[in-house]
């Protein structure tokens, strides 16, 4: 099974993951970390890097992270590059709830490269105009 973490700014992968339990009933192999103002950046990089070597058992790790060039995004690449085996780690940038729900809903049956691209695919198809949606 495929391992989820979402890194963010603040407790938006917390609450993410919470309104998930909300939805779909309690989750597992899901986790959270948030970075938060006076936090030590470097620290949240050895985090992810331990995260990665301790949870991976073959099925890889789907990082997903809110904000491409912010710091839990940039951390996230730093720890991709320092680990040894990153062919099992993968990072999709704009993690909203659709995109979670997906992941969480498929992460037992996808492999980690098909996960991904069904996450982007849901991702830009669940942001669209309502108005436009039902044309009112």
Same mark, same amino acid.
């Given at each position: 099974?495929?391992?989820?973490?979402?890194v963010t700014h603040g407790p938006l992968g917390e609450a993410l993951i919470e309104t998930a339990d909300l939805i779909l009933g309690k989750t597992n192999y899901t986790s959270a970390f948030g970075l938060y103002h006076g936090d030590n950046i470097e620290l949240l990089q050895r985090k992810i890097e331990e995260f990665v070597q301790t949870h991976d058992d073959g099925d890889g790790i789907l990082l997903l992270t809110d904000l491409l060039g912010g710091s839990p995004c940039n951390k996230i690449a730093l720890a991709i590059k320092t680990l040894e085996n990153t062919s099992?780690?993968?990072c999709v940038v704009g993690v909203n709830l659709p995109i979670l729900l997906e992941a969480i809903s498929?992460?037992? /049956?996808?492999e980690l490269k098909n996960l991904v691209q069904h996450c982007k695919k849901q991702? /830009?198809?669940?942001?669209l105009s309502l108005r436009e949606k039902f044309e009112f």
């Open positions: 099974m495929v391992k989820i973490l979402i099992k780690v993968e498929m992460q037992n /049956t996808m991702g /830009t198809s669940s942001i």
